[in-house]
């Protein structure tokens, strides 16, 4: 099998080779992350996806955690979708909405965030994110069967998710605590991406409205123009608070949100939404960026202070992920130099430190200094999500953008 891994992925920035990105981001995603999973990964007896392992997909547990049953369900949809319409991409997608139909919800149709991996509850509903990815997988899936009931759940589901988020006692976030009086950055930031995908799919303008007003939230609310940066949190009024919690900055999640900020206003042709969003990466590539080692820092103070957040200087896979396709739009979308040149900083650094090419994945978390870790630094997995997601968005970008 061949490893999508091991050739030079250099991007080039003085003349952007699209074509050899292109096979770039193929040949990690079919050669590398697809038979990966389909090896470690598929629960072929009783649906879903085992994720508790070690980087090279030794097991290490059977629980499932429900935000990644339901991202496994968006990864194999749009691999369908997007990629290549492969029977078993659709196969695992349907087998997981099985298992999450059977044992994610409780009784008050709220989605639990643990399970065993035959599906009794280990923990119950403490994340609203298990039920933003359910909508999520299930607003991908339903475009390629547009089952009925699946719609309908994927509606009631977020119907639910803003009822329950405005409740004044809301803390439901999980693997993180929201402390309380507060509103954090990460709710309206996936609603923008969840219910725009919703909204696409159900051709319904009422949501793809509720999409563009979270959109707008982060933008006007959360976006500190004075301290060129995004705020993790706000009070329960979307004031400031004391730092350090108040001047707590995620550039990883920053870069993602704004690419989600960016779909929206490039779907309804709102082009200083878009410049707005596109210098917001700029901000967080700047500031987050390692001068000393490379790599972009998890978590950063705005004001200088230790970070809010546990294991801040750890470099993970996922910012980078995020980093790699915010930026491919953008320079799509604008043709701004720095974005191809951040761009290559960015690829260069994370195709370096990493890619395992013995397995065709990609390792998870980095001390600072670039060297492999073990440390849990939010749940227990290895997460077949952001990796995939962006060679999926990239390809079909690049696509795009040779025809």
Request: charged residues 25%; hydrophobic residues 40%.
């Amino acid at each position: 099998m061949r490893r999508g891994t091991g050739r030079d992925h250099r991007f080039h920035s003085a003349a952007v080779n699209r074509a050899q990105l292109l096979r770039t981001y193929r040949e990690l995603l079919l050669d590398g992350i697809v038979p990966f999973w389909a090896q470690h990964g598929v629960d072929e007896e009783h649906g879903g996806v085992l994720s508790c392992m070690a980087e090279n997909g030794e097991r290490l547990g059977t629980d499932k955690y429900i935000w990644s049953q339901a991202r496994w369900v968006w990864i194999c949809a749009a691999l369908y979708n997007r990629i290549e319409r492969r029977p078993e991409f659709l196969c695992w997608a349907r087998a997981t909405i099985e298992f999450l139909r059977r044992h994610g919800q409780d009784e008050q149709g709220r989605w639990v965030y643990r399970t065993t991996r035959e599906g009794r509850t280990i923990e119950g509903a403490t994340s609203i994110y298990s039920d933003c990815f359910v909508v999520y997988g299930l607003s991908e899936y339903c475009r390629a069967d547009p089952d009925p009931a699946l719609l309908a759940l994927a509606r009631e589901t977020f119907a639910n998710i803003v009822h329950r988020i405005e409740t004044p006692d809301f803390a439901e976030t999980a693997p993180y605590v929201l402390p309380p009086n507060r509103r954090n950055h990460g709710v309206p930031m996936i609603l923008t991406e969840v219910a725009g995908e919703l909204g696409r799919t159900l051709k319904d303008d009422a949501i793809a409205r509720a999409a563009d007003e979270y959109s707008q939230r982060v933008m006007r609310l959360f976006v500190h123009r004075e301290k060129r940066c995004l705020l993790e949190f706000l009070d329960r009024d979307y004031r400031e608070v004391a730092p350090p919690e108040g001047t707590f900055v995620m550039p990883g999640h920053a870069i993602e949100s704004m690419w989600f900020t960016i779909h929206r206003a490039r779907d309804r042709g709102d082009h200083r939404t878009i410049r707005d969003a596109v210098e917001v990466i700029r901000w967080h590539l700047e500031k987050g960026w390692d001068s000393e080692h490379g790599g972009l820092f998890l978590g950063i103070d705005a004001e200088g202070h230790p970070p809010f957040f546990p294991h801040s200087d750890t470099k993970l896979w996922w910012p980078h992920t995020e980093a790699l396709y915010a930026l491919l739009l953008a320079h799509q979308l604008t043709g701004e130099r720095w974005c191809a040149d951040w761009y290559q900083r960015v690829h260069d650094w994370a195709f370096q430190h990493f890619s395992m090419p013995e397995t065709g994945e990609w390792r998870q978390r980095l001390d600072r200094a670039g060297q492999p870790i073990s440390t849990v630094v939010a749940l227990p997995v290895k997460d077949p999500f952001h990796l995939p997601r962006t060679a999926i968005l990239a390809i079909e970008l690049l696509q795009q953008s040779r025809a």
